[in-house]
């Protein structure tokens, strides 16, 4: 009879170890916590890239204030953890402080020294309130950002780093000069 009892409880075991294998098999992988981002130094630049790992999971709100008011934005960094990534490095940095926004709502000037490749999905929009990184073909994503003023397309696939959350009578009255940018 002991024999038995131990033939059951194997055999009990082994059914629980099966039930949780497949369990374990379904489950969804866990996310990636950070990506590795290939920023490439431009020659004859100064500028330094951000460091090389990325986080990939949250939300990064971003208060950009300008001589006509302030835009709040949201920057997603699931979508484009590099383009996020570099955007928040080089606004900690103070790098948009003082540069100017075109009519057409394009931001920043200069070149931070370092460029990386575009992030996109394949399936770009640019609703109202889109904040993309503007894409140099040949060279990549930069510094230049642009807020979409109306539905838009824009010349070359950007990468969409976020929306804009507030401000939007602000982005209406055509912002000219960003003054400072803040994180958090």
């Not at 131990?6 to 082994?14: G, K």
């Not at 948009?96 to 992030?119: R, V, W």
């Not at 399936?123 to 309130?129: A, K, V």
């Amino acid at each position: 009879m002991r024999h038995w009892k131990r033939v059951v409880a194997v055999l009990l075991v082994a059914a629980i170890a099966l039930v949780v294998e497949g369990w374990v098999a379904r489950a969804p992988a866990a996310p990636t916590l950070f990506k590795n981002c290939q920023y490439v130094r431009t020659a004859g630049e100064t500028g330094r890239p951000p460091y090389s790992l990325a986080p990939t999971i949250g939300l990064v709100r971003a208060t950009v204030r300008t001589n006509r008011g302030d835009l709040v934005l949201t920057l997603d960094r699931s979508a484009a953890p590099c383009a996020v990534h570099s955007f928040t490095y080089l606004a900690l940095k103070r790098f948009y402080n003082q540069t100017p926004c075109s009519p057409t709502l394009e931001c920043g000037t200069g070149h931070p020294g370092y460029h990386f490749t575009p992030e996109p999905t394949g399936h770009e929009t640019y609703p109202q309130g889109t904040v993309a990184l503007s894409n140099t073909p040949g060279v990549g994503n930069t510094s230049t950002f642009s807020i979409a003023r109306t539905n838009t397309t824009l010349p070359h696939p950007s990468t969409i780093i976020g929306t804009l959350t507030a401000g939007l009578p602000v982005l209406n009255r055509n912002p000219t000069t960003i003054l400072e940018i803040l994180i958090g």
